[in-house]
């Protein structure tokens, strides 16, 4: 009976060491990025929620920072993504970073950017004046920690010229709204907080 156990055991323990070693590949390396704009590989990513603005802003920033410093960080984010994030991500830039408006011609698009566990990237495209390249930024982090970049490659490939996806300038319709005119728009009043005279 003895020997028996001891068999069994053995038999455990070789299932256990086969079972890990095939299973280590699916469990780690193998899953597919989550993006958004959804591919349909993976679960669902919601742009507003944690890590979606750091990865955004962070491709965005470095893409700028590698290839063109020079220019304005004139930034758009793909359809569909809240007000929420647009100034999540805004506030991530900082102040010299500007939202695209119809119009631009100089722009940093943010054409999909995907997270998975420690692993993320950003494409985004480098428009000016007609001209385009795809800018991939790939980061990683420890845990919950930062993401930090750890590569960027350029292509030359044909992109379509974006459209201005930003919340202000886009009607519920899906149609982007025109630029307000600073010359005909109505003076703005300032609005006062609180109790006057106390």
């Not at 469990?27 to 979606?52: N, Q, R, V």
Request: hydrophobic share 40%.
């Amino acid at each position: 009976m003895m020997m028996a156990r001891r068999h069994n055991v053995r038999l455990l323990k070789g299932f256990i060491l086969l079972l890990s070693v095939v299973a280590a590949p699916l469990l780690t390396g193998c899953s597919p990025f989550t993006t958004y704009p959804p591919d349909g590989k993976g679960p669902l990513i919601y742009p507003w929620m944690a890590p979606g603005p750091e990865v955004m802003s962070t491709g965005l920033m470095q893409a700028h920072a590698r290839v063109a410093p020079g220019q304005p960080l004139i930034y758009n984010l793909p359809a569909g993504i809240s007000q929420l994030a647009w100034d999540d991500v805004q506030d991530r830039l900082g102040p010299d970073a500007q939202a695209m408006k119809p119009g631009d011609k100089i722009v940093w698009n943010l054409e999909r950017y995907g997270i998975n566990n420690t692993r993320a990237f950003a494409d985004i495209g480098y428009w000016n004046n007609g001209k385009a390249v795809l800018i991939t930024v790939s980061m990683e982090r420890e845990n919950i920690g930062a993401f930090k970049v750890t590569h960027v490659q350029r292509w030359y490939l044909d992109m379509s010229k974006p459209e201005c996806q930003n919340p202000v300038f886009v009607e519920r319709s899906g149609e982007p709204k025109p630029a307000p005119d600073p010359e005909t728009a109505p003076e703005a009043t300032p609005e006062t907080s609180g109790s006057e005279g106390t």
